[in-house]
């Protein structure tokens, strides 16, 4: 995992949706799922 500088936020909504949608893909948290949509990027 890279060394991030800056911070992201989300409304918590929006944590609650990304957390469902980690879920449905066998992740532990939210932060694995927004570390695999940062490494596309």
């Known amino acids: ?3 991030r500088s800056m ?3 989300f409304s918590a909504e ?3 949706r990304i957390e469902q949608i980690a879920k449905q893909r ?3 948290n ?3 799922l927004i570390e695999e ?3 596309e990027i």
């Open 7 to 9: 911070p992201i936020c």
């Open 14 to 16: 929006q944590y609650g």
């Open 37 to 39: 949509i940062l490494g």
């Open 30 to 32: 939210a932060s694995q």
């Open 1 to 3: 995992m890279k060394d």
């Open 26 to 28: 066998g992740m532990l």
